[in-house]
Structures are given as C-alpha cells and as structure tokens.
C-alpha cells in the first residue's frame, strides 16, 4: 500500500501539478508523514518551476478579470447550487512541475 502511495506521489510530481493536488492527496489518503505540509512543499517548490497556463500576448490581461466575473454571474445565474463548487472545490491554478 505505501509503495502504490509513493507511485501515485511520483506520478503526481512527474507532471503538471499544484501544491494543494500534493497536499490534498495525503490528506484524503490519510497518509503519515513525519513533517507538516508546509514543510513537504518547502522542500518540493525550491525543487520545481511555475508554469503558467498563458503568455503575455494571448490576452492574460487584468480587464478580462470584468469578463470573467460576468461569466461567473451568468452561471451562478443558471446553477447558484454549483457556488461551493466552484469557490471550494475546483482545483485549477497554476501548475508547478518538478526542475529537471
């Protein structure tokens, strides 16, 4: 069981990844381990690098911020039940992967 935790813990860093994906997987496997999670990630971040899912250029600008909000709205609109979903539950941030 601990060898399968340390492949999916593997395969988890050997891609694209978060910290909370890290963190959250420990914690919803009830895995041990012997530092806190801020520790684990001090040690894991030194070790990755920050890959942003846009560029400058393909329109990552602060006014689509308004945008949006607007979409955010309009859906909420639609499905208000999905509100904890979307602030709480959703995973999707910049992803980090380990520095070759």
Same mark, same amino acid.
């Given at each position: ?5 340390? !492949? ?12 909370? =994906?890290?963190?959250?997987?420990? =914690? ?5 381990? !012997?530092?806190?999670?801020? =520790? ?19 329109? *990552? ?5 308004? *945008? !949006?909000?607007?979409?955010?709205? !309009?859906?909420?609109?639609? *499905? ?21």
């Amino acid at each position: 069981m601990a060898q399968d935790h340390a !492949n999916r813990l593997a395969g988890i860093l050997g891609a694209k990844f978060t910290p909370g =994906e890290v963190i959250h997987y420990i =914690e919803d496997n009830n895995i041990k381990i !012997n530092i806190s999670g801020d =520790e684990l990630l001090d040690i894991i971040m030194p070790m990755s690098v920050k890959n942003p899912e846009a560029d400058h250029g393909e329109g *990552y600008w602060i006014d689509h911020w308004h *945008y !949006n909000l607007d979409l955010l709205e !309009n859906y909420l609109a639609v *499905y208000p039940e999905n509100l904890k979903d979307i602030i709480f539950e959703k995973r999707v941030l910049t992803f980090w992967t380990l520095k070759q």
